[in-house]
């Protein structure tokens, strides 16, 4: 079976400040990891994605992620956290090729504090 | 920048009624999906839709759930006789093969 485990549900940083949101998955064969954030009254915008290759992954808005395969891990990070970063953070998990349906972890709230 | 979009913005309708929710994907996608998002709560898979059929549905997605693509643009979500704990955030999402677009969400509120 298929999911994702957000351990956080907020996370509060200062602002300029380094951030990581943690998120560790479990799936079936390659995972195919995805950072989704969400703004409030807002749709899902997509951060990043890791399928295969660097483990270190960028993306949008200067938020990158590391694979871990190890530990099963795929965190979200950024060196320097704005007050516009504020928002809810969604990690999503598939699986093999193909355009699988995504599983969500619960989130976790970014509260960055200027 | 092409995107996905949803109406209506917000559906109000009482307990027992049929609605109807749409989506127009991104053009050139192929598979389509509906997610749920209950209030405070994490997003939820319902069904995925590939060449004109399910091709996979979640526990949520009972018979009181059907999809469509009537034509080709629009992708809709029936629920037939809504109930109170259908009420949530209703996301659409298409995608070629990769990253997910999803839409800014229908609210429905059933009363």
């Known amino acids: 079976a298929q999911s994702v485990a957000q351990p956080e549900d907020q996370v509060n940083v200062a602002e300029g400040n380094p951030l990581t949101v943690k998120c560790t998955y479990s799936v079936s064969g390659n995972p195919y990891l995805f950072w989704y954030v969400q703004y409030p009254n807002r749709g899902l915008q997509f951060l990043l994605k890791y399928i295969t290759g660097d483990n270190l992954v960028k993306g949008s808005y200067g938020f990158e992620a590391e694979f871990n395969k190890s530990q099963t891990s795929f965190h979200l990070k950024k060196p320097s956290a704005l007050v516009s970063d504020s928002a809810l953070y969604f990690c999503?998990?598939?699986?093999?090729?193909?355009?699988?349906?995504?599983?969500f972890g619960t989130g976790t709230r970014l509260t960055v504090i200027p | 920048e092409p995107e996905v979009t949803q109406t209506p913005s917000h559906q109000v309708t009482q307990m027992g009624q049929e609605v109807i929710l749409r989506c127009v994907p991104i053009s050139n996608h192929l598979y389509f999906y509906w997610y749920r998002q209950i209030l405070g709560q994490k997003v939820e898979f319902l069904v995925s839709?590939?060449?004109?059929?399910?091709?996979?549905k979640s526990e949520i997605f009972d018979d009181q759930f059907s999809v469509e693509r009537p034509d080709g643009s629009n992708f809709t979500l029936k629920i037939r006789s809504t109930k109170l704990e259908d009420s949530a955030m209703y996301f659409c999402a298409s995608t070629t093969l990769g990253e997910q677009y999803f839409g800014p969400g229908t609210r429905l509120t059933v009363t």
């Open positions: 839709f590939y060449n004109n059929e399910i091709s996979e």
């Open positions: 999503a998990v598939t699986y093999g090729e193909g355009a699988n349906n995504l599983f």
